[in-house]
């Protein structure tokens, strides 16, 4: 008998885990949280579709189960939600979401956290579990923790005693090296790769401050630096704030590590917004007869949306500046009007098209990377 999988959340991160199970030969179920019903991902769909959008547009005839009914036969419930507040309300919305994936859980269920959280956040979402199912973690029902990131080569999962879960390793088809460890250390673990992978971006960002100079800045162009754009600066930065609201105040080398990476981000957007104004006095251009594109093509159904997040602060802060600012996503029309186009390229695939596909010699490009370059240099 085939394993029975639930996923709660039509995510990205959550339809290529359902993707994965259902092509290795696993029951699987992915809940649509906009709708009452729980879709099968059966292996013809996982096969035929490769992302949530292209699932949507094809509208395919897909068998359907009640929500209660398929969460109250999983033998595996996977927590993989898309997130959309911002701020304090998160927290509210996390727990919610959670509270509602696991309420109708039945004994011998598996549940796996999917989201990377702070210190002692799986202890309060233990907590949480069991006071809503009445089910002991370790006794009734167990627990995983599997913050799923982009970097898949650092897959930790933290489990209740420590010991791995053959089912998942090949429902998932991990690594058999997969580390298995207590959730605590998977805690850790995951907040070191998030730290080290901050620590490193922010430095650059941080250094790049100081670059003014265009033959200083031809000289630091390297992929290490002029390939990392506002895109690949805010991934994990759900991680990191998580992390960060593990302490209650006062002050220690991690939490500096912590809130200077938070600074070094939000440092970033405010210099990014400098340097498009500084292109604007350069290029004698008045405010009123400049149009600002942000070029960003965002994933619709990722899980985190610290993306969408940050280019609805973009936006909102050029405003105070220039009128006519617009996000907009590729393939893209872009309509020419007599004003003078600045396109701002978040992400290394947003750049790459605009570059190939560029037809108005008069468009002005800015790369959104630690170097804010301009092409054509004026």
């Known amino acids: 008998m085939n394993t029975k999988v639930v996923i709660f959340g039509l995510s990205t991160e959550g339809y290529n885990l359902a993707c994965?199970?259902?092509?290795?030969?696993?029951?699987?179920?992915?809940i649509d949280e906009s709708t009452p019903s729980a879709i099968t991902i059966k292996n013809d769909i996982a096969k035929s579709y490769p992302n949530v959008q292209a699932l949507k547009d094809d509208e395919p005839l897909l068998s359907m189960t009640p929500i209660d009914t398929a969460v109250s036969k999983a033998q595996f419930l996977i927590f993989a939600p898309r997130l959309r507040k911002a701020g304090q309300e998160i927290k509210t919305e996390l727990n919610s979401k959670f509270k509602d994936a696991v309420s109708n859980i039945k004994k011998g269920c598996t549940v796996v956290y999917c989201l990377g959280t702070g210190f002692g956040g799986n202890?309060?979402?233990?907590?949480?579990l069991e006071h809503v199912t009445g089910y002991k973690i370790g006794k009734s029902v167990s627990y995983l923790y599997y913050p799923v990131t982009s970097e898949d080569n650092k897959t930790i999962i933290g489990s209740y005693d420590g010991k791995p879960d053959d089912r998942l390793i090949s429902l998932l088809s991990l690594e058999k090296n997969t580390k298995f460890?207590?959730?605590?250390?998977?805690?850790?673990?995951?907040?070191?790769?998030?730290?080290?992978?901050?620590?490193?971006?922010?430095?650059i960002l941080e250094v790049c401050k100081f670059t003014?100079?265009?033959?200083?800045?031809?000289?630091?162009n390297s992929n290490e630096v002029n390939e990392i754009y506002l895109d690949t600066m805010i991934d994990n930065l759900f991680d990191l704030r998580s992390l960060g609201s593990s302490f209650d105040g006062g002050a220690s080398s991690l939490t500096y590590l912590i809130n200077g990476s938070l600074k070094g981000v939000d440092g970033y957007v405010k210099k990014l917004i400098d340097e498009i104004r500084l292109v604007l006095k350069r290029n004698e251009l008045k405010a009123s007869r400049t149009r600002i594109l942000l070029l960003w093509s965002l994933d619709t159904y990722e899980m985190k949306g610290e993306k969408h997040e940050k280019l609805s602060e973009l936006q909102t802060k050029l405003k105070d500046y220039?009128?006519?600012?617009?996000?907009?996503?590729?393939?893209?029309?872009?309509?020419?009007?007599?004003?003078?186009?600045?396109?701002v390229a978040c992400s290394k695939s947003d750049f790459d098209y605009i570059s190939?596909?560029?037809?108005?010699?008069?468009?002005?490009?800015?790369?959104?990377?630690?170097?804010?370059?301009?092409?054509?240099?004026?």
Do not use: M, W
């Open 181 to 203: 460890v207590s959730i605590t250390a998977a805690e850790h673990l995951h907040a070191i790769n998030i730290l080290k992978r901050f620590s490193d971006i922010t430095s």
């Open 123 to 128: 202890a309060e979402n233990i907590s949480l």
């Open 20 to 30: 994965k199970i259902a092509l290795n030969g696993g029951d699987v179920q992915i």
């Open 356 to 378: 190939k596909n560029k037809k108005d010699n008069d468009y002005i490009i800015i790369k959104a990377n630690p170097l804010c370059e301009v092409f054509p240099q004026k």
């Open 212 to 220: 003014k100079d265009e033959k200083i800045k031809n000289e630091l």
């Open 322 to 343: 220039i009128g006519d600012v617009e996000s907009i996503q590729s393939p893209l029309d872009i309509f020419s009007n007599d004003k003078t186009i600045i396109i």
